[in-house]
């Protein structure tokens, strides 16, 4: 597996992760349709790649992507799910079925927290379902539960 920067390029492959990450249960939240025509939602990839938007992309060894991270500064007129302030950029993640489970998510995320701190940010946000157990990798990561709305919570990783 090999890590690199995500690029305009990515922006397909973003939206299925997108996907996949609204649609993390296995019960089908959203079409791709209703992804891209739900403001709430499409946000986070709405215009990829922005000034400040960053993250990072996992592809094989043959250069397939198979999964990726992704941070994106949303608004308070505009929040996200794990919106935290203006300044705090919002993470999404996944990984394609098939490839879960082998290190793939925990080596994205440290690398998009390196990438954040090498931008000088203070602090990432993500909003989890309560019963995904994406949790469990966001908490080792060092992130802490710092909000809730609906049945998720906020959680907040602050950057020395
Ligand atoms: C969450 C996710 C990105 C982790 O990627 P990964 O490559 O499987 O992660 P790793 O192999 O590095 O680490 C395993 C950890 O990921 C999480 N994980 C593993 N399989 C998972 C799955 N099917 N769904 C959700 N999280 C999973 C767990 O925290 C696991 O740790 P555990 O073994 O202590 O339970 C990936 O499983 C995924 O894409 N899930 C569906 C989409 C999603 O939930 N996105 C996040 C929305 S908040």
Same mark, same amino acid.
């Given at each position: 597996?090999?890590? !690199?920067? +995500?690029?305009?390029?990515?922006? @397909?492959?973003?939206?299925?992760?997108?996907?996949? +990450?609204?649609?993390?249960?296995?019960?089908?939240?959203?079409?791709?349709?209703?992804?891209?025509?739900? @403001?709430?939602?499409? $946000?986070?990839?709405? =215009?990829?790649?922005?000034?400040?938007?960053?993250?990072?992309? +996992?592809?094989?060894?043959? &250069?397939? %992507?198979?999964?990726?991270?992704?941070?994106?500064?949303?608004?308070?007129?505009? %929040?996200?799910?794990?919106?935290?302030?203006?300044?705090?950029?919002?993470?999404?993640?996944?990984?394609?079925? =098939? $490839?879960?489970?082998?290190?793939? =998510?925990?080596?994205?995320?440290? +690398?998009?927290?390196?990438?954040?701190? =090498?931008?000088?940010?203070?602090?990432?946000?993500?909003?989890?379902?309560?019963?995904?157990?994406? !949790?469990?990798?966001?908490? !080792?990561? &060092?992130?802490?539960?710092?909000?809730?709305? &609906?049945?998720?919570?906020?959680?907040?990783?602050?950057?020395?």
């Amino acid at each position: 597996m090999y890590l !690199r920067a +995500a690029a305009d390029s990515d922006f @397909p492959f973003l939206v299925d992760i997108l996907l996949h +990450a609204f649609n993390w249960s296995g019960e089908p939240t959203f079409t791709k349709d209703q992804l891209l025509n739900t @403001p709430a939602v499409s $946000h986070y990839v709405a =215009g990829w790649k922005r000034e400040q938007d960053f993250g990072t992309v +996992a592809e094989t060894d043959d &250069g397939r %992507p198979i999964g990726a991270v992704w941070a994106r500064l949303l608004s308070q007129a505009d %929040p996200g799910y794990g919106f935290v302030s203006d300044a705090i950029p919002e993470l999404t993640m996944g990984v394609l079925p =098939g $490839h879960r489970g082998s290190g793939a =998510g925990t080596a994205l995320m440290t +690398a998009v927290v390196e990438q954040a701190q =090498g931008l000088g940010i203070d602090a990432l946000s993500l909003s989890v379902e309560d019963a995904n157990p994406a !949790r469990r990798l966001y908490e !080792r990561a &060092g992130f802490r539960k710092v909000d809730r709305s &609906g049945d998720s919570d906020t959680m907040l990783l602050r950057l020395p």
